[in-house]
Nanobody, 124 residues
Framework: QVQLVESGGGLVQAGGSLRLSCAAS????????MGWFRQAPGKEREFVSA????????DYADSLKGRFTISRDNAKNTVYLQMNSLKPEDTAVYYC?????????????????WGQGTQVTVSS
């Protein structure tokens, strides 16, 4: 079992930045590929970004490339999502997820473990 706890969400003005963190516990963190997803009210949960076990491979939703950066620190059992140039349409609950495999996963069905989410609100 893997426990995931997100933090770092909040209210920010358009154009601002936030860094989300997801702390993992329970199993060997470096065995897990990690991902970030988000869900806005009335919408389905969507892929944001993913990172491989080692951190050597990353992927992003096309619409977010250049603004968001995913990274991980296996020594701290933590994955991060740096979000820059935020827009009101980035408002959502952001979730981190984990799957026990080496390669990146980009769909919700591929992940085994989920955090409780952290709210990000971007005001115009």
């Amino acid at each position: 079992q893997v426990q995931l706890v997100e933090s770092g969400g909040g209210l920010v003005q358009a154009g601002g930045s936030l860094r989300l963190s997801c702390a993992a516990s329970g199993r060997t963190f470096s065995n897990y590929a990690m991902g970030w997803f988000r869900q806005a009210p009335g919408k389905e949960r969507e892929f944001v970004s993913a990172i491989s076990r080692s951190g050597g491979s990353t992927d992003y939703a096309d619409s977010l490339k250049g603004r968001f950066t995913i990274s991980r620190d296996n020594a701290k059992n933590t994955v991060y999502l740096q979000m820059n140039s935020l827009k009101p349409e980035d408002t959502a609950v952001y979730y981190c997820a984990a799957v026990n495999r080496w390669r990146i996963a980009t769909s919700t069905s591929e992940y085994d473990y989920w955090g409780q989410g952290t709210q990000v609100t971007v005001s115009s």
